[in-house]
């Protein structure tokens, strides 16, 4: 009895120590300990954030999982409120912050909390920065597997510099490749070496110094497949190409006919006239609600599309139904020529509007939850209000009152004088 409870004791402390050991804690003495070509996955806590217990069991796994595979990547966790010279030197501002430290690079991710998520980011940023594709099959298998792809054809050149520098800082969204002119494939016409071609939206693009301006720009604007499902992240992460992005927003889960139809249409759209519009427009359908209600302040109808402007939180709606594609089209064209206005934007008004939707919001939903605690709350904020008046009149009383003292010519002098 007492040897089987002493086993059982025992193989929970080696499970202990054995779930320990797939993720470091690291303090500040890590920036100096660390090796040079060590590669770090690093995660920033701080003890009271809800989101960091949530992932904690995710790290863990994310931990044995690298180590079974023999990946060369370390992975560890960190206090940030207590490794404050860490935390700094990877500007740490929010938690948790997920991190790669590789060479003198370091990457964050900004995706999803979710162990595949996490992983595909490690294995991609912590693999080659540019892969090279060496047959016609390998070349096909990573095609099947990615929507966009950013190709080098060529030997050694100024543009490869150009190239890898580019992906040494983007490899933290897309996949950079190499290959030999003959790895292409058949129907890829290039006409001159070396060049980076791009392949998306099952078609492929010539970069062009000239008409698409710098590689990492271009890259940067083009790294979004022109029409994909839409969740906030993407969203986010689309803003930052520049450009304005066509949304649909449909319903969460059973979708109407309706709905099913508007997303056809915006499908078509985006590719039967991608020439025309894939420089200003990416497309997209979204089925949360949360981000748009918030944008525009009140209620969205579902299905609707929208034009956002992600760099100023500005939106477009159109003037009518959109329900054919000539309608889709004039939106478009409307929001391009101007003829259709910005409304929200980021200003001040706007900000401080959002702030008051958001608290309406807030009170809105508490009291049709827990009624008792949102008329509990309110009234104790209201009480708050009520007493700070009251010392601020107090106080200003008493400030009007030395005022008197100092007057040259009071109420209470001017009696004086007229007794005299
Ligand atoms: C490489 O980048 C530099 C600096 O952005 C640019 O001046 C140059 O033209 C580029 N070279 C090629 C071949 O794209
Ligand atoms: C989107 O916002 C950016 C930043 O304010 C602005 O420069 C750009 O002109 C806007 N685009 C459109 C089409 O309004």
Same mark, same amino acid.
């Given at each position: 009895m007492l040897t089987r409870r002493n086993s059982l004791l025992l193989s929970v402390l080696l499970c202990v120590s054995v779930v320990s050991t797939f993720v470091e804690e690291l303090d500040d003495s890590f920036l100096e300990a660390r090796g040079e070509n060590d590669i770090w996955l690093i995660e920033f806590y701080a003890p009271w954030c809800s989101f960091c217990k949530q992932l904690e069991p995710v790290w863990h796994q994310i931990g044995s999982e690298l180590k079974s595979l023999g990946s060369p990547v370390n992975v560890g966790k960190s206090d940030a409120t207590a490794n404050t010279g860490l935390a700094k030197e990877f500007k740490v501002r929010g938690y948790p912050a997920i991190l790669m430290w590789k060479k003198n690079m370091k990457y964050v991710y900004s995706g999803r909390r979710s162990k595949d998520g996490i992983m595909e980011f490690t294995e991609r940023v912590a693999g080659p920065t540019v892969r090279s594709l060496n047959s016609l099959q390998l070349f096909q298998h990573v095609m099947k597997r990615h929507d966009v792809m950013f190709v080098y054809v060529g030997a050694t050149s100024q543009l490869k510099g150009n190239f890898t520098s580019a992906a040494e800082l983007l490899i933290v969204h897309n996949f950079f490749f190499s290959a030999a002119r003959d790895v292409l494939p058949k129907d890829v016409s290039v006409a001159s070496l070396p060049t980076v071609v791009l392949f998306k939206d099952r078609t492929y693009f010539i970069y062009n110094e000239e008409g698409d301006g710098d590689l990492m720009s271009c890259i940067n604007r083009e790294r979004f497949p022109n029409y994909c499902k839409m969740d906030s992240y993407r969203l986010y992460a689309t803003g930052e190409s520049g450009k304005l992005v066509v949304l649909l927003l449909v319903e969460e889960n059973e979708q109407?006919?309706?709905? =099913?139809?508007?997303?056809?249409?915006?499908?078509?759209?985006?590719?039967?006239?991608?020439?025309?519009?894939?420089?200003? !427009?990416? !497309?997209? !359908?979204?089925?949360?609600?949360?981000?748009?209600?918030?944008?525009?302040?009140?209620?969205? =109808?579902?299905?609707? !599309?929208?034009?956002?402007?992600?760099?100023?939180?500005g939106f477009f709606l159109p003037r009518g139904s959109v329900d054919t594609e000539k309608q889709l089209l004039d939106f478009l064209n409307g929001v391009l020529d101007g003829s259709i206005q910005c409304q929200g934007g980021n200003g001040v008004v706007q900000r401080v509007g959002r702030l008051i939707h958001e608290t309406k919001l807030l009170l809105t939903s508490l009291f049709s939850q827990v009624p008792l605690l949102g008329c509990f709350l309110v009234g104790f904020l209201l009480a708050i209000v009520v007493f700070f008046c009251y010392l601020c009149c107090k106080a200003r009383r008493t400030t009007s009152d030395e005022d008197d003292d100092d007057a040259p010519v009071t109420p209470s002098l001017q009696r004086h004088k007229k007794s005299d």
């Open positions: 109407s006919e309706q709905s =099913v139809r508007y997303r056809g249409l915006l499908e078509d759209v985006a590719s039967q006239h991608r020439h025309i519009y894939s420089r200003n !427009f990416y !497309f997209g !359908f979204m089925d949360d609600s949360d981000y748009l209600t918030g944008l525009m302040m009140g209620d969205v =109808v579902v299905p609707s !599309f929208v034009v956002v402007n992600l760099s100023n939180d």
